[in-house]
């Protein structure tokens, strides 16, 4: 064996024995023990309240409307002809609104006879009384109404209705006014054709005259002028009499009593109280 393998197997056996005396415990010393820690018991949280997800509420909102009266869902489906003006179909309805008219037979044949429904046999829309389009189409059909036309039949004619009323009113080319019997808004046409000038004596005449205070006897003048009134408040108030309604009566004002205290402007005419009974205080 040559030298230089000699030594180099003197190493090893160095080398191993090292790390023989690296690896071996010394006297006197402890093993590392371990502390061991008492498991301990898990303390009871309280339960978080259950949440449902929005997918479960909007699945019980669902269920809610399908369950409501047949009026209730017939309203919705309304509401929403009404806002968007435009045709859907049974399946668009209940995605829009949850009311399913395919699965309720009552709801589709409400729906499909209401006079504010439209249907083609296949698609809903909304139906107004007058079917007008913008402001031009409406003063046309006021002036068709020269006796006038309920402004509640031109609601919803179309969403700026109201709008245009009352730019027609601005611009004189209509009056609206109040009907007295039935409290309705009524459009009158201003036919801008018949401009009519009133002198001012007529209109202090027309003023100056004092009508009646009572009904009956205002429409007894019309009818002695060869004119039919429009009321007959003889035959309401008998009708109101039939059915046990009575009729309203002014309130009375009490008669102030005169005393020594009340103070008399008329004094220097004595004779005027000669026949009073004043009382005594």
């Known amino acids: 064996m040559s030298l230089q393998a000699s030594l180099a197997k003197f190493k090893q056996q160095q080398e191993k024995c090292q790390s023989t005396l690296t690896n071996t415990p010394r006297a006197g010393a402890s093993k590392p023990t371990q502390k061991v820690t008492p498991a301990s018991t898990p303390s009871r949280t309280p339960s978080a309240p259950v949440k449902f997800s929005n997918d479960t509420e909007r699945l019980q909102h669902i269920n809610s409307i399908r369950k409501a009266p047949v009026g209730a869902q017939i309203k919705r489906v309304l509401d929403l002809l009404l806002e968007t003006r435009q045709a859907f179909t049974p399946e668009q309805i209940n995605e829009a609104c949850y009311v399913d008219t395919n699965s309720n037979k009552a709801v589709f044949d409400s729906l499909r006879n209401n006079p504010k429904v439209n249907y083609d046999g296949r698609r809903f829309s909304y139906k107004s009384k007058h079917d007008l389009k913008d402001k031009n189409q409406l003063l046309v059909l006021i002036r068709k109404f020269p006796e006038g036309i309920a402004i509640i039949d031109l609601k919803d004619a179309y969403p700026t209705v109201m709008e245009d009323l009352q730019a027609l009113k601005a611009a004189g080319q209509v009056w609206l006014l109040s009907n007295f019997d039935s409290q309705e808004d009524i459009a009158y046409p201003n036919d801008p054709r018949v401009p009519i000038k009133v002198d001012d004596d007529l209109k202090q005449l027309f ?75």
């Not at 019309?222 to 309604?245: D, F």
């Open 207 to 281: 003023r100056g005259i004092e009508l009646p205070r009572d009904m009956v006897d205002i429409e007894k003048d019309l009818q002695k002028n060869g004119m039919k009134p429009a009321t007959n408040t003889a035959k309401r108030r008998a009708m109101a009499q039939v059915h046990g309604i009575a009729p309203k009566s002014k309130p009375k004002k009490k008669q102030r009593e005169i005393s020594k205290r009340t103070k008399l402007t008329n004094a220097h005419l004595p004779e005027l109280f000669q026949n009073l009974n004043v009382p005594d205080t």
